[in-house]
């Protein structure tokens, strides 16, 4: 079957995670914190932060701000912030396949709803994805198989057309089990040859 819709899991493939293991060992070397009583915290408020059920303020008042600090809750959203970095080969390849005309990306991804807007905007995520099904949004973490279903559902996706990539493992097999194909992202040069293997290609992608 031809694929018609391209489902981007967005931290590990896009771009940096924005805010796991890696990112939160790094603030808390640099605001003095304790990793992990850091790690404690975060556990605590992880999944509805990611769920969108509380916001990324009332996030930082339980992992961090319970106690007074010499620095600002803005100081330390903004240095969150700045841990996102995109993955130029990634976005350019997911650009080209958009501008062929041919298929619908999607991302498919568990963030906040407050780093999840900023990474859409620094990454320059709009102009090539018409629908972001974030879990902030959707109100399902990946991998329960909801996500997915909502996902095939709102896109008015055939699962055998459609491909989900991620870098997570756990994260593909739900999709597959409902029919999607999946990769396992490793890099932008083996993304766009596996794509190819599936028919995928960015041949008469417009330019500029």
Same mark, same amino acid.
């Given at each position: =079957? #031809? ?21 939160? #060992?790094? %603030? ?24 969108? +059920? ?25 240095? =969150? ?23 619908? $990306? =999607?991302? $498919?991804?568990?963030?906040? %709803? ?31 198989? +909801?996500?997915?279903?909502?996902? $095939? ?34 890099? %932008? ?5 596996? $794509? %190819?293997? =599936? ?10």
């Amino acid at each position: =079957m #031809t694929v018609t819709h391209l489902f981007f899991d967005v931290g590990g493939v896009l771009g940096s995670n924005g805010w796991d293991h890696g990112q939160r #060992t790094v %603030a808390a070397r640099h605001f003095g914190l304790e990793p992990a009583e850091l790690e404690e915290m975060h556990s605590e408020a992880k999944a509805m932060l990611e769920m969108g +059920r509380i916001t990324l303020d009332e996030y930082l008042r339980t992992a961090v701000f319970y106690q007074p600090r010499p620095f600002t809750p803005e100081a330390f959203k903004q240095f =969150m912030f700045a841990q996102s970095t995109p993955n130029p080969e990634s976005i350019a390849l997911a650009r080209r396949l958009a501008r062929t005309g041919r298929y619908r $990306l =999607m991302t $498919l991804n568990n963030e906040s %709803a407050e780093l999840n807007q900023h990474r859409i905007e620094i990454f320059g995520l709009r102009d090539i994805f018409s629908t972001f099904f974030s879990s902030c949004w959707v109100g399902v973490l990946k991998p329960a198989r +909801r996500i997915y279903e909502v996902a $095939l559902a709102m896109a008015q996706a055939d699962p055998p057309a459609s491909v989900f990539i991620d870098d997570r493992a756990r994260n593909l097999e739900p999709a597959r089990g409902l029919g999607m194909r999946t990769i396992g992202f490793r890099d %932008a040069k083996t993304l766009r040859e596996e $794509l %190819a293997g =599936m028919g995928v290609t960015v041949s008469g992608a417009r330019e500029g």
